[in-house]
C-alpha cells in the first residue's frame, strides 16, 4: 500500500529516469531547425568534425544532442521519417547500455539508428544483433541509406558468407547480423590458425533488437561447433537399441500392472497411499501413459497429491526406493532419463560391473603409485585406462539417448520422419527444420529408433553460451517490445536495466479475457466459428498457435468451411515476413505459430479501422506469457484500433502439466458443461501462476547452464588467450624455453634422489624419460655425475636440450622455426583443448549419477574440471616440446590447406538446431584414405583428418 502512495509522490523509478532524459531530448529538439539549414554537404561534414572532437577528447555523452539531431535529419532526407521524440528516448536508452522496451511498431530499427551511429564514431564497430538473416539484411539496407548518407560504412554477416567477406563486413562502421553469426564467428575465430584469417575486431558496442527472444529463449542452449568424433562407431546405436527396447517392453509390461493395480485399489477405496505410491512410480517411469494421464484427468485430486509426494520424497531423498521397481525414469519437464540399478541389470544382462563407468582420477592415481611400473609401462596403462573409460562412458551416453529417444520424443510432434531422415520440428515456431540436427548424439538415437541410416557423430570442438558471449562486449544494449517481466533476469544475468518507453500514440487495443474449454475439440469448434464471424463481417484475424500441427488442424477445419486463409509455414523468414505483412487486410485470416514473423510490421488495410482493426486470437497459451504478450502486440500498433483474446482448453499442455490442483478445484467449483466456456478472473490467475512457474523453471535452466559455463568460461579465457598470444606474431622462445626448464625439473624431481648417491640413481629410467621428453639421448660424463644434485641435474637437462634446441633452430633458420613453434603450440593446444571439452562433457553427464552421492554437482564439476584443467595445461607443455623436439617442418601454405581441411568438417549448432558449413567448402572432399593435403605423406584420416 504504502509503495502505491509513494510512488504517487515520487513517481515510479521508471518514469524518474525518463524525465532525467527530458532535457537532452529537449536540447536535440533545439537543434533541428539549425540541422534542417544545412545542405547535404554540410550535414554530411558533420560526422568527421564528431570524429576529430573525439579525438580531442570528447566523449559520446557530450556529442549526443547534436548527433542525434544529425541523425533526425538524415533520416528525414533519406527515409522521410523523423524520429519521434519517444524514439529519441528510446536511443539515449540505448546508448546507456540498458535496454529500452518499445511496443511493437513503435519504431526500434529506426531508434538504434542514433546510438548506432553515435558509437560507430569511435571507429571502434557497432553490432546490431537481429533474430534472422532476413531482418539484419533488411535492416541494413534500410537503416543504411541514414549511415551512408552520413559517410558511414554498413554490412550485414549473414550465413554463406566467406573468411574474406566476413572480415569486410566486420571492418565497416556498422555491422547487422544474427546472434548466431556473431557467436560462432567468435569460437571460429579462436580456432584459426593466422591472424591475418581472424574476422572479428573487438567486441565493443552490440544492441540486440528483440533482446527478450536472444538474451532470454535462446540463451537456454549454447552454441556449439563440432567436428567428427574419430572413435565413435554409429553402429554403437545400433547394439544398444535392442537392449532399450527389451527396456521398454519390460517397463511396460510393469506399468501396465502397476496401473491395473492402482485402478483396483481405487475400486476397492480405503488403500489410497498405496494407490498413490503406485500413481508415482507410473508417473515417473512412464509420464506420458495415455491411461494414467486418463486416469488423473479424472480425478482431480490426484494431481496435486502427487507432486506433494514426489516433492517430499525427493526432499528426504527417498526416491530411489519409489524408482527401485522401475527399470528407468523419466523426467519430462528437465527432459531427464535415468536407469535404475534394476534396468542397469536387465541392459547388461547382469555385468552391471562392466558397464559402470570407472572413476578415472582413482584408475590414474592407482597406476601412478603403483612402484612396479616402468614409466613406459605406466603410461600404456594409463592410455589403456582412458580408453576404458572413454568407451564406457560412450556406451552409457548412448544408452540414456536412446531411452530419452523413445520415452521422450514422439514422431510427428518433435519431429517427423521424412525421405528416410528425421526432421526436427521447432518448438517455438513448429516448422520443420531440415538439416538441423539435435546435438550431443539424440538425434542418432532417434535415427536409430526410427530405422533411418545413423550419421556420423560429431563432438564438441568450441562452444559458448549467448550470456557469456554478450557479456564480452564493452557495452550491451538491447530492445524490445516485452522486456519488463524478465527485468530481473536481464539485471542478474546481462547487469541490464530496463526502461519502459511510452508509445508514441496512446494504445488502444482491447484485450479480452481468456475463455476455457473442457477438450480440445470443443475449444478448435468454437475457434472456427468465431474465425467465420469474423471473417464474414471482414475483419481480419490472426491467428496465433503453438505448434506447426496445430496450425494445420486448425488450417482443415477451416477449409471444410470454406473460409479462405493463409497459413504461415513458409521455410523462410523472407515469405514469412511478406504474408505476415499482409495480415492487417480487409478480410484476411492469417495462422501463424506465436513466434513467426516476428520484426515484420502489420500495417492496417483499407476500412480495416472502421471494423475493430486487426483482432488476435490466440488458439493456446504459450508456456511464456511473454510470447503471448508478443502475440497480442502485432495488433494496436501506433495508435491503431484492434482487440485480442485467447481461447483454451483444460487439455493443452500448460494447464496439463503446470496447472496444478488449483486449476482443476476453480473449474469443478464453476460446474464445468460439454461445450460452455467459462470466463473467469481466477482461471486467469491460475494460467498466469502456471506461466510464472515454468517460466522460473526455465530461469532455473539458464542459470544453472550459466553455472556450468562459467567453469567452461575461464578455461576458456586461458585457452583462447593462449592462442591469441601465439598468433599475435611475438616470439614463442621465451615460453619455449620455460617449458624446457619446467620439463627438465619435473625429471630431476623424478630421478634425482639426494639420499643416494648419484651413482645409485636409475639412470636408465632417467634416460629413457628424457629421450620419450625431448627425443634425444641424454648423456653426462662421470665426471658431471660425481656429487651432482638434484638441481645440478635439472640444468645439466635443460643446458642439454636448449643447445638441442638452438640447433633445431639453426638448421631451419629462426624465422622459420618461429613459425614451427607456433603452429606447433597451436596444434597442441587444440588438440589437447578438444579431448578437454570432450571430458568436460561426460563429467558433467556423469555428475548427475553421483547425485545419490550427496554431493553438490556443482562443486564436483568446479573440482574435476579443475584438475582436468590443470593436467591438460601441463601435457601441452609436455607435448608441445615432444613435438618441437622431432617434428619436421610444414610450409604455410601447408597451414592453411590444413585450416581448410579442418573448417570443412565443422558443424554449427544451437541448442536442437544443428547447420553444417556456414563457410563455403573452397576445397574439394578429401576421402579418409587419400593423402592427406597438407603434405605429410600420411594418410588424411591419419593425420589432419583426426
Ligand atoms: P518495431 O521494431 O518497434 O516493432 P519497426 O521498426 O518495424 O517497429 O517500425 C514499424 C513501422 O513504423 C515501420 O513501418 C516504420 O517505417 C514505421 N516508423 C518507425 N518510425 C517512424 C517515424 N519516426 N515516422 C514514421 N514512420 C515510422
Ligand atoms: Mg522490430
Excluded at 558397464?355 to 603403483?370: A, C, G, T
Excluded at 514422439?410 to 513448429?430: L, N, P, S
Excluded at 584438475?867 to 623436439?885: N, S
Amino acid at each position: 500500500m504504502i509503495s502505491g502512495v509513494l510512488k504517487k509522490v515520487f513517481g515510479s523509478k521508471n518514469e524518474r529516469e525518463l524525465k532525467r532524459l527530458t532535457p537532452i531530448v529537449q536540447q536535440i529538439n533545439a537543434l533541428e531547425q539549425e540541422t534542417q539549414a544545412l545542405s547535404d554537404d554540410q550535414l554530411r561534414a558533420k560526422t568527421k568534425t564528431f570524429k576529430e572532437r573525439i579525438d580531442q577528447g570528447a566523449s559520446l555523452d557530450e556529442l549526443l544532442p547534436e548527433a542525434y539531431a544529425v541523425v533526425r535529419e538524415a533520416s528525414v532526407r533519406t527515409l522521410k521519417m523523423r524520429h519521434f521524440d519517444v524514439q529519441l528516448i528510446g536511443g539515449i536508452v540505448l546508448h546507456q547500455g540498458k535496454i529500452a522496451e518499445m511496443k511493437t511498431g513503435e519504431g526500434k530499427t529506426l531508434a538504434a539508428t542514433l546510438p548506432a551511429y553515435l558509437n560507430a564514431l569511435t571507429g571502434r564497430g557497432v553490432h546490431v544483433v537481429t533474430v534472422n538473416d532476413y531482418l539484419a539484411g533488411r535492416d541494413t539496407e534500410w537503416m543504411g541509406s541514414i549511415y551512408r548518407f552520413l559517410g558511414l560504412s554498413v554490412a550485414t554477416v549473414v550465413h554463406g558468407l566467406d573468411d574474406s567477406q566476413r572480415q569486410e563486413a566486420y571492418n565497416a562502421d556498422i555491422t547487422y547480423g544474427t546472434n548466431n553469426e556473431f557467436g560462432f564467428d567468435y569460437l571460429r575465430d579462436n580456432m584459426k590458425f593466422g591472424l591475418e584469417s581472424l574476422v572479428q575486431r573487438e567486441l565493443h558496442y552490440a544492441i540486440v533488437d528483440e533482446v527478450d527472444s536472444i538474451l532470454i529463449d535462446e540463451a537456454r542452449t549454447p552454441l556449439i561447433i563440432s567436428g567428427p568424433v574419430e572413435h565413435a562407431g554409429d553402429k554403437i546405436y545400433e547394439e544398444v537399441k535392442p537392449q532399450v527396447i527389451k527396456l521398454k517392453q519390460h517397463q511396460d509390461r510393469i506399468i501396465r500392472s502397476m496401473l491395473d493395480n492402482a485402478v483396483k485399489g481405487l475400486e476397492e477405496e480405503g488403500d489410497t497411499d498405496g494407490v498413490l505410491e503406485l500413481l508415482l512410480k507410473v508417473k515417473r517411469g512412464d509420464p506420458k501413459n495415455a491411461r494414467f494421464l486418463d486416469l488423473i484427468a479424472k480425478e482431480t485430486g490426484f494431481k496435486k497429491q502427487l507432486d506433494k509426494l514426489e516433492g517430499q520424497l525427493s526432499t528426504d531423498k527417498l526416491l530411489p526406493q519409489i524408482d527401485q521397481d522401475l527399470l528407468c525414469t523419466v523426467d519430462e519437464n528437465q527432459n531427464l532419463v535415468e536407469l535404475t540399478e534394476k534396468g542397469l541389470k536387465l541392459i547388461y544382462g547382469g555385468h552391471v560391473d562392466d558397464y559402470i563407468v570407472p572413476d578415472l582420477d582413482e584408475e590414474l592415481q592407482k597406476i601412478d603409485e603403483n612402484d612396479q611400473l616402468t614409466s613406459m609401462e605406466k603410461r600404456t596403462q594409463r592410455r589403456m585406462a582412458e580408453a576404458f573409460y572413454r568407451e564406457a562412458s560412450e556406451r552409457f551416453h548412448v544408452t540414456r539417448q536412446l531411452i530419452k529417444a523413445y520415452w521422450l520424443f514422439d514422431r510427428d510432434v518433435q519431429y517427423v520422419v521424412k525421405d528416410g531422415q528425421v526432421v526436427i520440428v521447432d518448438e517455438f515456431t513448429g516448422r520443420m527444420m531440415p538439416g538441423r540436427r539435435w546435438s550431443d548424439g539424440l538425434h542418432q538415437a532417434v535415427e536409430a529408433k526410427e530405422g533411418v541410416t545413423v550419421a556420423e557423430e560429431n563432438q564438441t570442438l568450441a562452444t559458448i553460451t549467448f550470456q557469456n558471449y554478450f557479456r564480452m562486449y564493452d557495452k550491451l544494449a538491447g530492445m524490445t517490445g516485452t522486456a519488463d517481466t524478465e527485468a530481473p533476469e536481464f539485471k542478474k544475468i546481462y547487469d541490464l536495466d530496463v526502461i519502459a518507453i511510452p508509445t508514441n500514440e496512446q494504445m488502444i487495443r482491447i484485450d479480452y479475457p481468456d475463455v476455457i474449454y473442457k477438450t480440445e475439440v470443443e475449444k478448435f469448434k468454437a475457434v472456427v466459428e468465431e474465425i467465420e464471424e469474423l471473417h464474414k463481417n471482414g475483419q481480419p484475424v490472426l491467428v496465433g498457435t503453438i505448434s506447426i500441427e496445430k496450425s494445420e488442424k486448425l488450417s482443415r477445419m477451416l477449409s471444410k468451411t470454406r473460409t479462405n486463409h493463409e497459413v504461415l509455414n513458409a521455410k523462410n523468414h523472407e515469405r514469412e515476413a511478406e504474408i505476415v505483412a499482409m495480415a492487417g487486410q480487409k478480410g484476411n485470416v492469417t495462422i501463424s505459430t506465436n513466434m513467426a514473423g516476428r520484426g515484420t510490421d502489420i500495417v492496417l488495410g483499407e476500412g480495416v479501422k472502421e471494423l475493430g482493426g486487426l483482432h488476435i486470437l490466440g488458439t493456446e497459451r504459450h508456456e511464456s506469457r511473454r510470447i503471448d504478450d508478443q502475440l497480442r502486440g502485432r495488433s494496436g500498433r501506433q495508435g491503431d484500433e484492434g482487440s485480442s483474446r485467447f481461447y483454451l482448453s483444460m487439455e493443452d499442455d500448460l494447464l496439463r502439466i503446470f496447472g496444478g490442483e488449483r486449476m482443476g478445484s476453480i473449474m469443478a467449483r464453476l460446474g464445468m458443461e460439454e461445450g460452455e466456456p467459462i470466463e473467469h478472473g481466477m482461471i486467469s490467475k491460475a494460467i498466469e501462476n502456471a506461466q510464472r512457474k515454468v517460466e522460473g523453471h526455465n530461469f532455473e535452466i539458464r542459470k544453472q547452464l550459466l553455472k556450468y559455463d562459467d567453469v567452461m568460461n575461464q578455461q576458456r579465457e586461458v585457452i583462447y588467450k593462449q592462442r591469441r598470444e601465439a598468433l599475435s606474431g611475438e616470439s614463442l622462445k621465451p615460453d619455449i624455453e620455460e617449458m624446457i626448464r619446467e620439463l627438465s625439473e619435473t625429471i630431476a624431481d623424478r630421478f634425482a634422489d639426494e639420499k643416494v648417491l648419484p651413482e645409485e640413481w636409475d639412470w636408465k629410467g632417467l634416460r629413457e624419460a628424457a629421450s620419450f621428453q625431448f627425443g634425444f639421448h641424454f648423456k653426462i660424463d662421470r665426471a658431471t655425475m660425481d656429487g651432482l644434485t638434484r638441481d645440478g641435474l635439472a640444468e645439466s637437462i635443460f643446458e642439454f636440450a636448449v643447445k638441442v634446441y638452438e640447433e633445431k633452430e639453426a638448421s631451419f633458420g629462426a624465422e622459420e622455426f618461429r613459425g614451427l613453434e607456433r603452429m606447433i603450440v597451436l596444434q597442441v593446444v587444440d588438440n589437447l583443448w578438444k579431448e578437454n571439452l570432450l571430458a568436460m562433457d561426460h563429467l558433467k553427464e556423469g555428475i548427475g549419477l553421483r547425485g545419490y552421492a550427496q554431493q553438490d554437482p556443482l562443486v564436483v564439476y568446479k573440482r574435476e574440471g579443475f584438475a582436468m584443467f590443470t593436467e591438460m595445461v601441463e601435457r601441452i607443455k609436455e607435448e608441445t616440446v615432444k613435438f618441437l623436439f622431432r617434428v619436421q617442418i610444414a610450409r604455410p601454405e601447408e597451414i592453411a590447406a590444413r585450416e581448410k581441411a579442418e573448417q570443412d568438417k565443422l558443424v554449427f549448432s544451437h541448442g536442437g538446431e544443428e547447420a553444417k558449413q556456414p563457410v563455403r567448402r573452397s576445397t574439394k572432399k578429401v576421402g579418409r584414405n587419400q593423402p592427406c593435403p597438407c603434405g605429410s605423406g600420411k594418410k588424411y584420416k591419419k593425420c589432419c583428418g583426426k
